[in-house]
Nanobody, 129 residues
Framework: VQLVESGGGLVQPGGSLRLSCATS????????IGWFRKAPGGEREGISC????????WYTDPAKGRFTASSDVAKNTAYLQMDRLKLQDTGVYSC???????????????????????WGQGTQVTVST
């Protein structure tokens, strides 16, 4: 199993970035992809869940109205479109693959361990003037 994030970089406040999560080694179409981030000195926090089975979507409050998760099943790749970026969006962004949409929700809520998911290595997003 492999998940590889890309698309991070340096952007000014108000700008946009599109992160990609290229996957292999599992049946992408049946999994849910979660996006997470870890700010410098902070703990990992969940951003979104996107269910590839039915396009179910869920966002945490920091992402609502600004971030959009999606997937291209034909390419086994998930995306996170981030608009109107803020300074506090800075961090390492990682994607995770989970067997169910509810597992993604439970992972973000802290009800299950991170070992329940396949993880990528992360991509750095820096929002700065």
């Amino acid at each position: 199993v492999q998940l590889v994030e890309s698309g991070g970089g340096l952007v000014q406040p108000g700008g946009s970035l599109r992160l990609s999560c290229a996957t292999s080694g599992f049946t992408f179409a049946t999994y849910t992809i979660g996006w997470f981030r870890k700010a410098p000195g902070g703990e990992r926090e969940g951003i979104s869940c996107f269910g590839n089975r039915d396009n179910s979507t869920w966002y945490t409050d920091p992402a609502k109205g600004r971030f959009t998760a999606s997937s291209d099943v034909a390419k086994n790749t998930a995306y996170l479109q981030m608009d109107r970026l803020k300074l506090q969006d800075t961090g390492v962004y990682s994607c995770a693959a989970l067997r169910s949409f509810f597992s993604c929700y439970d992972l973000i809520s802290g009800k299950i361990s991170s070992t329940s998911a396949y993880w990528g290595q992360g991509t750095q997003v820096t929002v700065s003037t």
